[in-house]
């Protein structure tokens, strides 16, 4: 057996007094488990000098309890039998510091969730197995030693990733409290999404007319620092300390700051417009769904912010033609490199957004493959006055205006097949919805034709807008489109669908079809997550801490997360995570200093032989050797150690010593469930 | 509500109960068919993409999605006494295009194998069965045929049982092993006479 | 010459009882690009997957772990020219190999004709032999063609089991594939697009027997959307999609009193063609509806 001891403790051990508290959580645990025999079984246990159960153990009579028997029986170690540590762990920790113990004297038995909850149908079975759990923790806490968490102050800035609506308005919430926040857009102007969108739902106000004063906001705030073509590159440090590299790519465009600090007085892009025209490269523009050109040198649209040119880089033939064109502002240069920028930042937001699914996978539906099947984003720019047909929906086959289209619903959503998304996408119902309402409104005589299986109204107002559409005469028909054929002369779309309603097939010949596409996590999110250590669920989309209560933040301490990174959103419950993330990422900040649980490694000097192994194992770079009394040892740097074990794991001279997860500590936990409390 | 009998049976018919009742499902149906079918049929969620598709549903009274309904309720005498259930043409369309990832088309084959258990089969089925228990072909040679091949210069017969008859037998004994044969020619002369 | 491909050449009913050109076709087509196809003697129906299928699976299985056992017996590959074949056989020989329970059973019953199923072969589509440029490939059926059929319209019908199940296959997009019409490309023809490609051709499945008005109008649905883009012929991998289209036409005149004459040609009765085979040599004249006007435009 190891009998390596804590670097930390020089005083003589003592011998232990544990508390053992079995919590009933009410029928959950109780219901399943005999609680009188586990009682009776941990009064049988070394090193046990009290045992006590009770109906609702983080309740106040409970805590109190543990806090008086603590001092009754001068208890050394407190183990509560009750739900998992993610829950009440912080709540014991706090009942034994108050009855004068070291929190960290604390450990949990989860008899909850790994027991009462998952054996329901075998109380023989569960009682035994608590006895288990209870021998075990016992054998840990015996061994537990006082530790001191450290505090490190918090960096007063922070940074977002993505300006869309989500990312602008966590970046305008923190600069409006006062933090320096920088504002990571890979794209070369903000907005996201929702500058893309005509009207939104349900409400029908103008998209851009409601997202730019925001815009406007965001490029003016002074706390904010704005880096569009920008990506990150690389994350060290923890909470309170992110050490970020981004990569600001080239623009071959200097902004009127730039210039000046070139020495170009009165230089710089000022958005004039002159060097587009004579351009002579064309290219479809990404921001108009690629139905409208654009030049290699170019802004998306004329309210991007900030107002500034960017060369496309993949197009640009380098003529110099916009050279001459711009002049005297001497904004451009076309010999410009990508700049690495490091910035150090308290905390993060993750604001990455999401992109539409390819749709031409589902080949059923002919996207790609017919002329007059177009995505949701796509009606989107051809529906909106400053979009590429200046509002007028038309035809791609022929230009004409189309008086039937369809509207197929969970195109690749709700899609088991490996193809799709087995999630629901959540805005397309309504926003197609929305799509009907314009073509009522702005095309007389046309039809619209939703293809759904459920509308899913759920938010504030959208049922009844859903009502409204109704009333202006769409025609629903509760069928999922099984194909789309296209007529090979008029190029009209004919729509394959069950009403199954009526339980009829239908065979509908439309003029066009609108594929309310599934939505993915950005290409770059799950780069750009990694970074920063956060995980996604199984569908790509970010992991939030907790589903119900901690929406906003990750297992990264000071890692949140706003907008539809983490799930598809619309824009109201983009807003409204975003202003939670915004909140939760001030905190640390306005603290000052953030808690580091002290399960850091630490290096018993005499055994370490300063092989360095552990040096280039350590995911997190906390480990470094240095010179001490003439050897080389390892050192660990607290703050940066995430206590992972890797390092303590690895030490072929067991010379790491794992804070709270100490390899006696471990030892003694393996041994009490093999030897069956016998050791 | 259970029968009524009214003593007029055209009343009786008229008036019939539409409810449904519990009894009528049967959850061994379901399990059955998941067995022989090896697909997930009680996950069907009714959008109508398999039936939206399907070549028969156009021309007949034939709704695969109702009978992936009656699968997942269990409504096994609905389903297997339905003349519909042999209009599949197993074209598989249904199949490729589920979204919940099911195979129609095998709920169909299984729910016909059930059927055929209780003798329901259509003729036209088991006259293939005797075909082959005699020929090993289901479309078997003939002489104007014969005549053809000849003329192409092959053989009148192809390598098959039809040039080689000793291999029948085997056909034969695997036919019996199952007793089809026998259920066939008795099913034919109870439908034909 | 390059060195010969050996498979064992599983006929099934349709195409050696009724359309003996296309069987023809196949051997002397195959042999000119590689391929030789060899008896499998004694093998029977494969049983037709739509007919035992819906009486008992267990039976079906059987009976086309028979018909492997005989090719495995050969130490020979199958190739095969019939969708519905390649349903029973592929499929059989796919889920035998893959699932311990259902072989053992199948065993359990060959064993009372000394048969055992090893799982030893693979089952291919001559049609998937033919684009593999592996194995053949549409470079060497272009390089083969001695009498392109340049200035005709083929519409290509896929059938339905040669693709469909899409998982358990493996030749890609049932939705909009076009890698038959390359095949037909090769020969000098235009292969043309029309509403509806994938449907069915209404023959499976059993219906043909069991309802043949209701098959015959699916049949009737395809026609008219092939006449619709013009098409001159019709070319399938199938014999008895091909029986359903060609004897289909007499019926449906028979039942609809609608009068097509379009050329109904098992896609290795073209290649033939396209080698410079004689119609009577690949047996067109045994077609219900008259190939002349197509061999006008081409020969």
Not at chain 1, 611 to 637: F, H, I, W
Not at chain 3, 42 to 70: E, K
Request: proline share 6%.
């Amino acid at each position: 057996m190891a009998e390596a001891v804590s670097p930390t403790t020089s005083k003589k051990p003592e011998t232990p007094r544990i508390g053992v508290f079995i919590c009933h959580c009410g029928t959950n645990i109780a219901g399943s488990i005999d609680i009188d025999a586990v009682k009776e079984y941990a009064k049988t246990l070394p090193n046990v000098a009290y045992v006590d159960d009770y109906k609702y153990q983080c309740s106040m009579p409970g805590q109190v309890n543990i806090r008086e028997q603590i001092d009754a029986n001068k208890l050394t170690g407190v183990v509560v039998a009750a739900c998992t540590p993610r829950l009440h762990e912080p709540t014991f920790r706090a009942a034994s510091k108050d009855g004068g113990l070291n929190p960290f004297r604390f450990e949990m038995a989860n008899i909850r969730e790994q027991n009462s909850w998952v054996h329901m149908h075998d109380r023989e079975g569960a009682t035994e197995k608590a006895k288990d759990a209870v021998r075990i923790a016992v054998a840990k806490a015996a061994l537990l030693e006082d530790l001191y968490p450290k505090s490190v102050p918090v960096e007063r800035a922070a940074m977002v990733v993505g300006a869309g609506v989500a990312g602008m308005q966590a970046a305008l919430d923190l600069a409006n409290a006062g933090i320096k926040t920088y504002l990571i857009e890979k794209e070369p102007s903000i907005g996201g999404r929702m500058s893309q969108l005509d009207k939104t739902f349900p409400t029908l106000d103008c998209s851009q007319c409601i997202l730019t004063p925001k815009m406007v906001d965001v490029g003016r705030a002074e706390n904010i620092v704005l880096m569009v073509n920008s990506e990150v590159e690389d994350v060290e440090g923890y909470i309170g300390n992110f050490d970020v590299t981004i990569r600001r790519k080239a623009t071959g465009v200097l902004s009127p700051e730039e210039a000046e600090a070139k020495g170009i007085v009165g230089g710089g892009c000022t958005g004039c417009g002159d060097c587009g025209p004579v351009c002579p490269v064309t290219k479809p523009n990404e921001f108009e769904m690629n139905m409208a050109p654009r030049k290699a040198i170019y802004i998306y649209h004329p309210q991007v912010v900030p107002l500034l040119y960017t060369i496309d880089w993949d197009s640009c033939v380098k003529c110099g033609l916009c050279v001459e064109a711009c002049g005297e502002k001497k904004a451009i240069d076309l010999e410009m490199q990508d700049e690495l920028v490091q910035v150090k930042v308290g905390t993060v937001i993750l604001a990455t957004g999401y992109e539409v699914f390819p749709i031409e996978n589902k080949e059923e539906w002919g996207y790609k493959r017919y002329d007059n099947v177009i995505t949701s984003l796509e009606f989107e720019r051809l529906i909106c006055a400053s979009g590429p047909t200046g509002g007028h929906l038309v035809r791609p086959s022929d230009g004409e205006t189309p008086m039937r289209i369809g509207f197929v619903l969970c195109a690749g959503s709700r899609d088991n097949t490996g193809i799709g998304k087995p999630y629901c996408s959540r805005f397309c119902c309504m926003y197609s919805l929305k799509h009907a309402h314009q073509i009522i409104e702005k095309i007389p005589g046309a039809v619209p034709y939703i293809f759904y299986m459920d509308i899913r109204s759920f938010g504030k107002m959208y049922e009844e807008f859903y009502y409204r559409i109704q009333d202006e005469g769409a025609k629903f028909i509760r069928g999922r489109v099984s194909n789309i054929q296209e007529d090979p002369v008029t190029k009209n779309v004919t729509v394959y669908v069950e009403d199954t309603l009526l339980g009829r097939p239908m065979e509908i010949e439309l003029d066009m079809v609108v594929l309310a596409a599934a939505v993915q996590p950005t290409e770059l999110t799950n780069k750009t997550r990694k970074l920063f250590g956060v995980s996604c669920s199984q569908d790509g989309w970010l992991l939030e801490a907790h589903p119900k209560l901690n929406p906003c933040g990750t297992t990264t301490a000071g890692v949140f997360l706003a907008g539809a990174c983490q799930g598809p959103k619309d824009i109201p419950d983009s807003v409204a995570q975003a202003e939670g993330a915004a909140s939760a990422a001030s905190i640390p900040i306005h603290k000052g200093e953030v808690e580091l649980e002290p399960y850091y490694a630490m290096c018993i000097e005499e055994k370490c032989a300063g092989c360095g192994m552990c040096v280039n194992l350590c995911p997190y770079q906390a480990l470094s050797l240095v010179e001490k009394d003439g050897r080389t040892v390892m050192q660990v740097t607290e703050a940066k150690c995430k206590g992972c074990g890797t390092c303590g794991g690895f030490c072929p001279g067991g010379a790491i010593w794992m804070n709270h997860f100490a390899t006696p500590q471990i030892v003694a936990q393996i041994d009490a469930f093999l030897l069956g409390g016998e050791q | 509500m259970a029968t009524k009998n009214y003593p007029d049976p055209i009343l009786n018919e008229k008036l019939r109960d539409r409810y449904y009742h519990r009894d009528q499902s049967n959850p061994e149906f379901t399990k059955e068919i998941e067995k022989i079918a090896g697909t997930m049929a009680h996950m069907c969620f009714q959008c109508g993409t398999c039936t939206a598709g399907c070549p028969s549903a156009p021309r007949s009274s034939y709704r695969i999605r109702e009978f992936m309904r009656r699968a997942v309720l269990g409504l096994e005498d609905e389903a297997l006494t339905d003349p519909d259930l042999w209009f599949c043409t197993t074209c598989y369309s249904c199949t490729d295009r589920c979204p919940r990832d099911l195979a129609p088309t095998d709920v169909i084959m299984a729910m016909r194998n059930l059927a055929a258990r209780r003798d329901i089969v259509p003729v036209n089925f088991l006259k293939t069965v005797q075909a082959i228990y005699s020929s090993g072909h289901g479309v078997p040679n003939n002489d104007v045929n014969r005549a053809a091949r000849e003329k192409l210069g092959m053989t009148r017969d192809p390598p098959t049982t039809s040039m080689y008859p000793e291999y029948i037998k085997g056909i034969q004994k695997i036919l019996d092993h199952y007793g089809l044969k026998e259920r066939a020619d008795r099913i034919i002369k109870e439908r034909e006479g | 010459m390059t060195e010969m491909r050996e498979y064992a050449f599983f006929l099934g009913c349709i195409a050696p009882n009724r359309y003996p050109g296309a069987e023809s076709a196949s051997i002397i087509t195959s042999r000119r690009l590689g391929i030789e196809l060899l008896p499998l003697n004694g093998a029977s129906c494969c049983p037709a997957p739509g007919a035992f299928g819906s009486i008992d699976l267990n039976i079906w299985y059987a009976m086309a772990a028979r018909n492997l056992v005989l090719a495995e017996q050969m130490e020979r590959d199958i190739a095969l020219i019939c969708n519905g074949c390649y349903k029973s056989i592929y499929e059989v020989n796919h889920k035998l190999k893959h699932n311990d329970e259902l072989r053992d059973g199948v065993n359990e019953v060959l064993k009372e004709i000394d048969m055992e199923f090893k799982g030893s072969i693979d089952v291919w589509h001559l049609a998937e032999l033919l684009y593999d440029e592996n194995i053949v490939g549409v470079e060497k059926i272009r390089e083969s063609v001695k009498v392109p059929l340049t200035g005709t319209k083929i519409a290509v019908h896929y059938g339905c089991h040669l693709m469909k199940p899409k998982k358990e296959r493996h030749m890609g997009s049932t939705e909009a594939p076009r890698w038959i019409e390359e095949l037909v490309e090769a020969l000098g023809a235009e292969a043309v697009e029309y509403r509806n490609k994938m449907q069915c051709c209404g023959a499976g499945g059993g219906v043909r027997g069991y309802d043949l008005p209701h098959s015959l109008d699916i049949t009737n649905e395809k026609l008219q959307n092939m006449i619709e883009v013009g098409a001159d012929a019709v070319t399938e991998v199938c014999p008895f999609c091909q029986l359903q289209f060609d004897r289909g036409q007499i019926e449906i005149e028979e039942k609809f009193g609608i009068k097509y004459d379009m050329p109904v040609f098992h896609y290795n009765e073209l290649l033939g063609l396209a080698q410079g085979m004689s119609p009577s040599e690949l047996g067109l004249d045994l077609h219900a509806i008259s190939t002349e006007p197509f061999l006008k435009k081409v020969l």
